[in-house]
């Protein structure tokens, strides 16, 4: 079959979370061509009459969309889709309704709380209420609304013991500072995990979940996964949040819950192909959604790629799953 490869266009001087989509390009094309396809990249900008025009004369079988943002701006990834949607070629991945849903993290977690699945409570605005939490301080982090990749988040995001009033004065702050819709979020305190999900014959197949390890940050430093940890590989956050999936047998009806309330996410936001569940476990051991990545990081050396060898699933069979996904 031939297969685009549909990529956004990446600037030599882009950020590290925007070239490794060249990364993630690279090693799609080169296994598609493994299996025995046709592999075509194609770069894509604001300006999609580009990819309208063009993915007609190139009269592909299906698209492999690696598309991440537009202009630097997570808020575009699913405009796209949209223009497949409206060109009628198969793609692999989230239809358009969902890459919106997913990646603007407070209407997802307004779907997720209609359909029962647990998630922290939020703010947005000075006008709202925080949902479901107790009076009196707690713990907030503030994260932008379309950001993906960590992007923006840092120590000074995580404000430990605070009021309600003092959480809507740094969100404004923040959201002037960044230029950029932010929400406050409560901070769940504990364990963190991601699964992954694989599109397969059967429905989506539950990934081997993995946990963060944080055991090597000092007592007074957030345990979080902020944009240092992922992107700057010489930085302590880097260096000291590995990923492991061996656990106690204690920890089974835990993983089991995490599993199945991945698969409610795949349903309840339509998810195709391959995605992610990030979670945070609190004290009590009660597992809270943080957010749903519809197209996360395909690269040989990230996450979901582990997630997959650690299921005796090899890369090349994980693309050819994805593919067969959206010829159905």
Known sequence: MRVVVLHNFVPPDAPAEDRDTLVQVEAVAEALARLGHEPITLSCTLDLTGIYDELPRLRPDVIFSLVESLVGADSLVYLPAAVLDVLRIPYCGCRTESLFLTTHKTLAKERMRRFGLPTPAWLESAGDLPLAVSHGPSAWI???????????????????????????SQLAERATRSGRLCFAEQFIEGREFNLGLLAGPNGPESLP?????????????????GYRAKWEDDS?????????FDFSPSDAPLLQRLRDLARQCWAVFRLRGWARVDFRVDAEGEPWILEINGNP?????????????????????????IVEDALK
């Open 209 to 225: 979940p993995a946990e963060i390890d944080f055991s090597a940050f000092p007592p007074e430093k957030p345990r979080i996964v």
């Open 142 to 168: 503030l994260k932008g609304v379309w950001d993906q990749g960590s992007r923006g988040l840092d120590d000074d995001a995580v404000l430990p013991n605070v009021e309600p009033a003092e959480v809507r």
């Open 297 to 321: 990081c395909i690269s040989p050396d990230a996450g979901f790629a582990a997630a997959m060898q650690r299921a005796s699933i090899s890369y090349d069979q994980g693309i050819q799953r």
């Open 236 to 244: 302590f956050e880097s260096r000291n949040t590995p990923r492991r």
